[in-house]
């Protein structure tokens, strides 16, 4: 889904969205309520300027808009890979901009992450996976990196990857892997602003997402092996 | 007349726990689901690879100068320190529990390529459930501190969660970044990245450029004792999480961007920093590399 149809869906009742240099940033319309919209989106890198106005945008928020919901829409290949961007400290930006979530957080904003592209490691943990809630629509291609990339790192034969990967979500990109390991709450369906209106009325809460693998059984582990830790240290 | 100076021991020639044991307090480490547990990772045997009975982290408590701590070492001699869904499990587990326990700190000895390849997507989301647990427990009050001094530095995802702590220290000999030089050489190219050249790499991710950007707070020598150091004096600084010091961190960073983006290479970003003779860096030892980056050091608040 591209980022009108999208924004035109959860936003019948308008919105003022621009994307400029793959940053889209406004203000959407729900129903007695406004919602903030900050996301890398089109398919962007995100590198250190890119993290650095992601960042402006969420303390803007917080600053005059005290309290109003976020939502990171997601549509990134990844972090931009180039010495030029190592040598800035793009995994310092990319803290700074994970930290200013967590101020909005604490500071009592909702926030949503929702998946409408592609999601793609650095590009998407720093903002739209720090959301209290991360969701999708159809179509959305979350992933680490492809089979391909992946055999050439392990030297595990591409063959072998694929087979393997049938398996197991948590080897295999896309959508249906990400929403069995809890990474992704829920696909939403029209009418999305519907879907909005339902997420924004949920209170934030805890991290749900060990709970959420569990249950859907393509991430066994993690829930137990955290909360046997948790309890051996009290 | 002063004693000898007690004789070196490599931090990054250590195990993780040797680390540990060495820079907690001796004999207060209890490790907590350790490996007589064998809670390991249930992903790696078909790929026929070898398991770890620890997933290759420790994690437990202890104290670091009498302090109540909680403390996790990776393991960088399995699969690179590498966060899997286990090894991932447990870091996010003892940063809740600190969350609740509000302990004097945490201590990370970071030691990661990042996420795990072979177990990718619970990877990439354990690094995730780990830095809003690491962000929780900041919040919460408890201070959490990274060591960075292995073999395998601090990469991938594990980058972030570096930077996310109150305080880092690093060897000149540590590294620090997102995407790690291999990655790039084999993604864009050696025009972009030649691994080969070992000094470009090191200007790039090594302590010493870190320091000068304002990302490490502390150079420590590749000594068990001084790395216990750093952990006790870092835990006494706080990056509190307010509006006021991020806005003050936003404007820090795009100086940074404004002012060193259009360098080619650490040296000129060094030159352009004000480092007199920036060349010579790499050849100084700690104390007169502080010296001479000591005015041009761009800390971020």
Redesign the interface.
């Known amino acids: 889904m591209n980022l009108d149809e999208l924004l035109q869906g959860l936003f019948p009742s308008g919105h003022d969205v621009r994307v400029e240099g793959a940053i889209a940033s406004g203000t959407g319309r729900l129903p007695g309520l406004e919602v903030a919209v900050l996301g890398a989106v089109g398919g962007a890198e995100v590198g250190v300027a890119e993290a650095l106005r992601l960042a402006a945008g969420v303390l803007r928020v917080v600053r005059d808009h005290p309290g109003r919901p976020l939502l990171f829409p997601v549509d990134t290949r990844g972090q931009r890979m180039a010495r030029r961007e190592e040598m800035l400290g793009l995994n310092g930006a990319l803290a700074h901009l994970a930290e200013c979530v967590e101020l909005a957080r604490q500071r009592g904003h909702r926030t949503l992450g929702l998946v409408h592209g592609e999601a793609v490691s650095g590009g998407v943990l720093p903002l739209g996976f720090m959301a209290d809630e991360v969701h999708a629509v159809p179509g959305a291609r979350p992933a680490v990196m492809n089979l391909r990339a992946m055999a050439r790192v392990t030297k595990i034969p591409l063959p072998r990857l694929e087979e393997l990967s049938r398996a197991s979500a948590v080897l295999t990109p896309g959508l249906e892997s990400f929403v069995a390991t809890g990474a992704i709450a829920s696909v939403w369906q029209a009418p999305l602003d519907a879907a909005l209106a339902a997420a924004l009325a949920r209170p934030g809460g805890p991290d749900r997402r060990m709970a959420l693998g569990a249950a859907r059984g393509g991430r066994t582990l993690a829930q137990r092996v955290a909360a046997r830790v948790e309890e051996e240290g009290t | 007349m002063s004693a000898p100076p007690a004789p070196r021991r490599s931090y990054r020639e250590a195990g993780a726990r040797r680390r540990l044991l060495a820079v907690l307090d001796p004999g207060s480490f209890r490790e907590?689901?350790g490996p007589a547990e064998r809670?390991q990772s249930?992903?790696l045997a078909?790929?026929d690879l070898p398991a770890a009975f620890d997933d290759g982290v420790a994690?437990?408590?202890g104290t670091l100068q009498g302090r109540p701590v909680?403390a996790a070492s990776q393991e960088g001699a399995f699969l690179g320190g590498a966060v899997g869904?286990?090894h991932?499990?447990?870091l996010?587990?003892?940063l809740?529990?600190a969350a609740?326990?509000q302990p004097a700190g945490v201590v990370l000895l970071l030691d990661s390529g990042g996420?795990r390849?072979?177990?990718?997507?619970?990877?990439?989301?354990?690094?995730?459930?780990i830095?809003?647990?690491l962000?929780?427990a900041?919040?919460a009050g408890v201070p959490v501190v990274g060591l960075i001094g292995g073999g395998w530095g601090c990469f991938?995802?594990m980058?972030?969660?570096?930077?996310?702590c109150d305080g880092l220290a690093m060897s000149e000999e540590g590294r620090?970044?997102?995407?790690g030089p291999e990655?790039?050489e084999?993604?864009?190219g050696v025009e972009?990245?030649d691994t080969r050249d070992r000094a470009l790499v090191w200007r790039?991710?090594g302590g010493k450029?870190?320091i000068v950007?304002g990302?490490a707070d502390l150079l420590v020598e590749d000594d068990l004792a001084a790395f216990r150091a750093a952990a006790a004096s870092l835990l006494t600084r706080r990056r509190v999480?307010?509006?006021e010091r991020?806005?003050q961190?936003?404007e820090a960073?795009?100086g940074?961007?404004a002012d060193?983006?259009s360098?080619?290479?650490?040296v000129d970003?060094w030159a352009a920093a004000g480092v007199v003779a920036p060349a010579e860096l790499p050849l100084l030892e700690p104390e007169p590399f502080l010296a001479a980056v000591a005015r041009a050091r761009r800390p971020?608040p």
């Open positions: 907590l689901v809670v249930p992903h078909a790929l994690v437990g408590r909680l869904e286990v991932g499990a447990k996010t587990g003892l809740r529990l609740r326990e996420v390849l072979q177990e990718a997507n619970a990877g990439l989301l354990a690094v995730s459930e830095l809003r647990a962000l929780a900041r919040a991938g995802g980058g972030i969660v570096g930077r996310c620090l970044g997102l995407s990655v790039i084999t993604t864009c972009e990245l790039l991710y450029h870190r950007l990302e999480l307010t509006l991020l806005c961190a936003q960073l795009e940074r961007l060193f983006g360098c080619a290479d650490p970003l971020v």
